[in-house]
């Protein structure tokens, strides 16, 4: 194993222990209630401690980032097979000028890394077995002087239309723990993810062990937390999960109701599992390894991401629970795309929201140089590009071929060694954006 990487300077305060009576977290509570809640015995499967967190100071908040700001990209699961694509890939980085990398190495209840929790991810089943995807990235990494972030998929159990192959897999061994809508359907296998219920205590602790056995094994700079929210296969029916007998039952000892009786406080009671499930992990990585930044992926539109999918990233902010934020702003219009930022930036930090753009959407370099521009026009700490396999092909499904892709990604390459590679004109302070 690596010795322990050196940390990045300036990061947030930490919120300080909570009190050992007090609710799950939540952004409407009050003290008191809470405090009386408790009491009565009623917190339930929502852990006592995990509520009224102070924020952070506004002096601890200021800048998160590089000083030339964050030049981030997401580096897929399905990009690599073998060491040698791993050290191809961070050395590709590297070239282009990235000075931070998102490598996947949780998908939907696996590992991407020497793990005993889960089981290894299948799509390295025909590699060797000692190969250890992570460990190989922090190597490469520190050789290039690049920060490497843990990207793990959280709340998402598994995708696709047959089920994992390990039967140690969270899907054999725990099927009550997946979404169960008000039918008694767990939800199905698709193309999409089946999710993982976070009002279960048994998820959140299996969640939060996965993250500290992560964080406390392997050297990493930062945990990048996704899939950090509910997941509807419709919209309009978001409030038909989970309905599970326990989830019920803890529902209607707190509020004395049926969700569908009280359709607003079944919403926030589910995003206070969220956010117990943000805390529980944060605490847990903060006592582990103090000085690894925590971010999370999140629904561009903070405030249609706190509403349709539960996922309350302004306060995981504001109780310092996570360092940083990255919108999903995936968007090839520049209009559209400034707006969004825009008031995501304003219904949070400007100084600690890093955009995420849709490199994969780009038909043409100028949409790729464009929206780097608003990001520094906006003040933003940096930018992250979804994904590697738009600059280089990979084995990953999502890797285009044929002459019209590979020029393209020529294209894109060499927009990007223009903006920031080695070199490039001076870039610019993110620090005294308008």
């Known amino acids: 194993m690596l010795d322990r990487l050196s940390c990045r300077a300036g990061r947030p305060a930490r919120s300080r222990r909570l009190p050992a009576l007090a609710i799950a977290p939540s952004t409407c509570g009050q003290p008191l209630l809470a405090f009386f809640v408790v009491l009565l015995g009623l917190c339930g499967p929502f852990e006592i401690g995990a509520a009224l967190a102070l924020s952070a100071s506004p002096e601890a908040l200021a800048g998160v980032a590089p000083s030339d700001g964050v030049r981030g990209i997401w580096v897929t699961r399905w990009d690599f097979r073998s060491a040698r694509d791993v050290d191809t890939i961070i050395a590709n980085c590297a070239r282009l000028g990235f000075n931070r990398v998102y490598f996947q190495v949780r998908g939907q209840g696996d590992a991407f890394y020497a793990s005993e929790l889960e089981p290894r991810g299948e799509e390295l089943a025909a590699g060797a077995r000692d190969f250890d ?31 994992p192959r390990d039967r140690r897999h969270l899907w054999h061994t725990h099927p009550d723990w997946f979404l169960l809508d008000r039918n008694g359907t767990r939800y199905r296998l698709d193309d999409h993810y089946t999710m993982l219920n976070p009002c279960l205590t048994p998820v959140r602790e299996h969640i939060t062990a996965v993250m500290l056995d992560l964080v406390s094994r392997y050297p990493l700079d ?61 605490e847990a990585v903060r006592r582990a390894r103090p000085d690894c930044r925590i971010s999370a992926a999140v629904i561009r539109d903070l405030d249609r991401g706190r509403a349709v999918f539960l996922q309350d990233s302004p306060a995981w902010l504001a109780q310092g629970w996570i360092d940083e934020i990255l919108p999903m702003n995936y968007e090839r219009d520049p209009t559209k795309f400034a707006a969004t930022t825009r008031g995501d930036i304003a219904r949070s930090s400007r100084d600690r929201l890093i955009p995420g753009l849709g490199a994969h959407l780009y038909r043409s370099a100028a949409e790729l140089e464009r929206q780097i521009a608003i990001t520094r026009e906006l003040g933003s700490p940096g930018y992250c590009l979804f994904a590697y396999t738009s600059f280089y092909p990979t084995p990953s499904h999502a890797s285009e071929s044929g002459t019209r892709a590979d020029a393209l990604r020529a294209e894109l390459r060499a927009a990007l060694d223009r903006l920031q590679g080695p070199d490039a004109p001076d870039r610019p302070s993110t620090r005294d954006g308008p």
């Open 133 to 163: 995807p992570l460990d190989a990235a922090l190597r490469a990494a520190r050789e290039h002087g690049i920060e490497l972030h843990a990207w793990v998929n959280v709340l998402a159990g598994w995708k696709g239309k047959t089920p």
């Open 222 to 282: 930062g945990l990048h937390l996704d899939y950090l929210r509910f997941v509807f296969p419709d919209e309009r029916r978001r409030g038909d999960v989970p309905y599970d007998e326990a989830t019920l039952a803890l529902f209607r000892r707190l509020e004395g109701k049926a969700p569908a009786e009280a359709p607003e406080r079944w919403d926030s009671f589910r995003r206070r599992a969220v956010n117990t499930a943000v805390f529980r992990i944060s």
